[in-house]
T-cell receptor, first 115, second 111 residues
Framework: EPEVTQTPSHQVTQMGQEVILRCVPISNHLYFYWYRQILGQKVEFLVSFYNNEISEKSEIFDDQFSVERPDGSNFTLKIRSTKLEDSAMYFC?????????????FGEGSWLTVV | SQQGEEDPQALSIQEGENATMNCSYKTSINNLQWYRQNSGRGLVHLILIRSNEREKHSGRLRVTLDTSKKSSSLLITASRAADTASYFCATDDSGNTPLVFGKGTRLSVIA
């Protein structure tokens, strides 16, 4: 079964450093998302991406964050200058166009620890 | 913004019993989805129910949706220890708008 893959599975970084989290969405999907989950808390939406541009973003997704689809398969989330509160599990997700009912498939997540 | 809220927050049952989890939301929705998350792992999609549907089955899962009460329930029949996980409902209000997740129900199935 096709799946969303994410790398790295776990990254530890110093506060202030830049981090890039990588995702390979399901190949025929057109919508891509990043969500995050701080330990013990609920899953929060960060950003959605369609047709090579951001379609929606939350208040969490400030100027420190950016997303990119550098080629036909990868979808990346960059955090420019990490803060302690950025420590969380970051989930990439993808979905087909709306006619499919918008089932969103998630990757296994990237654990980011900022120290 | 709409938000799914699951109830109960935690549920502990014996293997073989049925588990029922509920979800309430605030505004009109397009779809409601249920996900499972094993500890420290990713979100696994279980089932999607559209706003014009009232009930849906998938294996041991049964989902109901009552749009008049803005609520949904997830029933897992004949539970197994492997069903131990957190279960989340998530809603969207139209098209490909972002899913909004609730806080989840932590289900423990004791062998």
């Amino acid at each position: 079964e096709p799946e969303v893959t994410q790398t790295p599975s776990h990254q530890v970084t110093q506060m202030g450093q830049e981090v890039i989290l990588r995702c390979v969405p399901i190949s025929n999907h057109l919508y891509f998302y990043w969500y995050r989950q701080i330990l013990g808390q609920k899953v929060e939406f960060l950003v959605s991406f369609y047709n090579n541009e951001i379609s929606e973003k939350s208040e969490i997704f400030d100027d420190q964050f950016s997303v990119e689809r550098p080629d036909g398969s990868n979808f990346t989330l960059k955090i420019r200058s990490t803060k302690l509160e950025d420590s969380a599990m970051y989930f990439c997700a993808s979905s087909e166009p709306v006619r499919s009912g918008n089932t969103i498939y998630f990757g296994e997540g990237s654990w980011l620890t900022v120290v | 913004s709409q938000q799914g809220e699951e109830d109960p927050q935690a549920l502990s049952i014996q293997e073989g019993e049925n588990a029922t989890m509920n979800c309430s939301y605030k505004t009109s929705i397009n779809n409601l989805q249920w996900y499972r998350q094993n500890s420290g792992r990713g979100l696994v999609h279980l089932i999607l129910i559209r706003s014009n549907e009232r009930e849906k089955h998938s294996g041991r899962l049964r989902v109901t949706l009552d749009t008049s009460k803005k609520s949904s329930s997830l029933l897992i029949t004949a539970s197994r220890a492997a069903d131990t996980a957190s279960y989340f409902c998530a809603t969207d209000d139209s098209g490909n708008t972002p899913l909004v997740f609730g806080k989840g129900t932590r289900l423990s199935v004791i062998a």
